[in-house]
T-cell receptor, first 116, second 111 residues
Framework: NAGVTQTPKFRVLKTGQSMTLLCAQDMNHEYMYWYRQDPGMGLRLIHYSVGEGTTAKGEVPDGYNVSRLKKQNFLLGLESAAPSQTSVYFC???????????????FGPGTRLTVT | DAKTTQPPSMDCAEGRAANLPCNHSTISGNEYVYWYRQIHSQGPQYIIHGLKNNETNEMASLIITEDRKSSTLILPHATLRDTAVYYCIVLANNAGNMLTFGGGTRLMVKP
């Protein structure tokens, strides 16, 4: 199992450009998440998905859009990048919450994005 | 979800046990205690979680006080590779499993 993979690993954008970050998981997880982590800070949840075709807003959703067309993939889009979106972006996935115990989240290696 | 309080940093000698405390005095009956860690520049890694009873796995032990207001993560024989930021998170299993990462404890394992 590759676990959770993220593409690309690094990216530099100019203000106003758009891009899509791809997250893929091969663990058949139901839930997927996008977080951002600014220097010296903890992670903050951007958007999440509880299943194919469903998405929901997290703590800091403004300026981002997401799609979950396939269970194994979760895309994060920036329509018009701003310097404030310079950050490290982490994707995560987890199992089905309908089971009796909560399950841990598995994180990808991160995408380092710089917006100039 | 209940808030947690952790010391900002701790040191530990290599080969010794690392004991990382966490206060969660407002924890509710259905909230679990989770521990994650983040090694520099990597994605966070799940370590262990518990509800009431003490738990142990191949990575660590989790000791939860009887009143559940605090807990301690124990790394029995710390190595240099255990140097990381450790996050204590309290989470209900009906909260959509949303992790909220606070400041954590920066553990430095020294030779």
């Amino acid at each position: 199992n590759a676990g959770v993979t993220q593409t690309p690993k690094f990216r530099v954008l100019k203000t106003g450009q758009s891009m899509t970050l791809l997250c893929a998981q091969d663990m058949n997880h139901e839930y997927m998440y996008w977080y951002r982590q600014d220097p010296g800070m903890g992670l903050r949840l951007i958007h999440y998905s509880v299943g194919e075709g469903t998405t929901a807003k997290g703590e800091v959703p403004d300026g981002y859009n997401v799609s979950r067309l396939k269970k194994q993939n979760f895309l994060l889009g920036l329509e018009s990048a701003a310097p404030s979106q310079t950050s490290v972006y982490f994707c995560a996935s987890s199992f089905d919450l309908r089971l009796s115990d909560p399950y841990e989240q598995y994180f990808g290696p991160g995408t380092r994005l710089t917006v100039t | 979800d209940a808030k947690t309080t952790q010391p900002p940093s701790m040191d530990c000698a290599e080969g010794r046990a690392a004991n990382l405390p966490c206060n969660h005095s407002t924890i509710s009956g259905n909230e679990y205690v989770y521990w994650y860690r983040q090694i520099h520049s990597q994605g966070p890694q799940y370590i262990i979680h518990g509800l009431k009873n003490n738990e142990t796995n191949e990575m660590a032990s989790l000791i939860i006080t009887e009143d559940r207001k605090s807990s301690t993560l124990i790394l029995p024989h710390a190595t240099l590779r255990d140097t990381a930021v450790y996050y204590c998170i309290v989470l209900a299993n009906n909260a959509g499993n949303m992790l909220t990462f606070g400041g954590g404890t920066r553990l430095m394992v020294k030779p």
